[in-house]
């Protein structure tokens, strides 16, 4: 059962293009009742838990680094007591790069926060101002040196593959962002996602994509980069020094269960989807009606199960073991995956087989999306 909890904090600072919640901080709902309604949320969760302790907590959202930490302690106290924390159980709370955020920091990492993950997408004013962002590259330099000083472990996010972007300003703002010194690393190529204000200017000519293959270039160089730096990629777009990568994310990763909190949040228990209601005012009012913030509970089938593995799983520096997804979901190796389609990519080398084990190479990785697509066997997802 699940070693992993996700708290989600809806709420943003301010009215920005990220967020899905109109009023942001609603003036009318209290601390107060944040905390009953949380910690209700989070002792339903509890009565379903294996027996496990923790090993990883994971505040994430709108804003959560301006959660008042007293609530954060709060929280953080009612899950150890109710699961048990590991005895190096990791801690995260997300961040944007603002000085009302980093002000927090000190009393957050005195809580019982031991790891942040930063915001930061750009170094450069142009490109946050592109974003979306509200924070500038000042604001920026100045946060990561507070969570340095504050939290045992920093990471933060950049986001390249920019319109225009060439190597030349790639390697100069990712050589600023390794010069940090911080264990790890988020590294996303920006994605035009349908029904969003880029796929808007796209459709507008307000600018151009990067296209497929310069984007593969900056993907190549990046990997190039961190792995020489220490920080070698052990997911798609995650890069972390060996000892510092993500436990939290690697419980999404690995397909183990966690359970999730707050509004809006999922969670995976026992071959169960969760999900709260996504509404703060629905969320407490559910809390209010029945102790608990679910809108849904969807029984997971075999093969869902198996192909969401799969999919997971090979984005993955080391990739999936057929044999313990067989063991685990029930399904012969030949029913997970094609393996004619494998053969053909390994030959190509954008696929590579260690005993049972399956790795998307550092070739395969920029065409993942279409090499999942082959991969998983087609029977597995008509199932």
Request: aromatic share 8%.
């Amino acid at each position: 059962m699940a070693k992993a909890l996700y708290i989600h904090w809806p709420f943003c600072l301010a009215k920005c293009p990220y967020c899905d919640f109109n009023s942001h901080v609603r003036q009318t709902i209290v601390a107060s009742q944040w905390e009953t309604a949380l910690l209700a949320d989070l002792r339903h969760e509890a009565q379903h838990a294996g027996g496990e302790k923790l090993e990883s907590i994971f505040f994430g959202g709108g804003t959560p680094s301006l959660m008042p930490p007293a609530l954060v302690a709060r929280l953080l106290d009612e899950a150890e007591r109710l699961w048990g924390f590991a005895p190096d159980i990791e801690i995260t709370l997300e961040a944007n790069p603002s000085s009302v955020e980093t002000g927090n920091f000190a009393a957050l990492a005195a809580a019982g926060v031991n790891r942040v993950s930063l915001g930061v997408q750009s170094f450069e004013d142009d490109a946050l101002r592109f974003l979306g962002r509200l924070h500038d590259a000042g604001e920026t330099v100045s946060a990561i040196g507070v969570a340095q000083r504050h939290f045992a472990r920093v990471s933060f996010d950049l986001i390249y593959a920019r319109p225009g972007q060439d190597e030349a300003t790639w390697r100069a703002e990712l050589e600023r962002g390794l010069a940090f010194g911080t264990g790890h690393l988020s590294l996303y190529q920006l994605t035009i996602e349908a029904a969003t204000r880029f796929a808007t200017d796209v459709r507008r000519g307000v600018f151009t994509p990067l296209d497929d293959e310069r984007a593969a270039d900056l993907f190549a160089l990046t990997r190039d980069m961190t792995a020489a730096a220490g920080l070698p990629a052990y997911e798609i777009s995650n890069h972390a020094r060996p000892g510092e990568e993500s436990r939290h994310n690697l419980t999404y990763w690995r397909y183990r269960d966690y359970a999730g909190i707050g509004p809006g949040a999922h969670g995976r228990r026992g071959g169960l989807a969760t999900q709260r209601h996504r509404k703060p005012e629905n969320y407490l009012a559910a809390i209010s009606d029945s102790g608990h913030g679910i809108v849904e509970e969807r029984v997971l089938d075999r093969a869902e199960q198996a192909t969401e593995a799969l999919l997971m799983g090979l984005r993955l520096g080391d990739g999936v073991d057929c044999a313990e997804l067989s063991a685990r979901f029930g399904f012969a190796r030949d029913e997970l995956i094609d393996e004619g389609k494998l053969a053909l990519h390994r030959d190509l080398g954008l696929v590579a087989t260690q005993g049972s084990r399956i790795v998307v190479t550092d070739a395969g990785m920029p065409l993942l999306d279409a090499l999942l697509a082959d991969l998983v066997a087609g029977e597995l997802v008509a199932a």
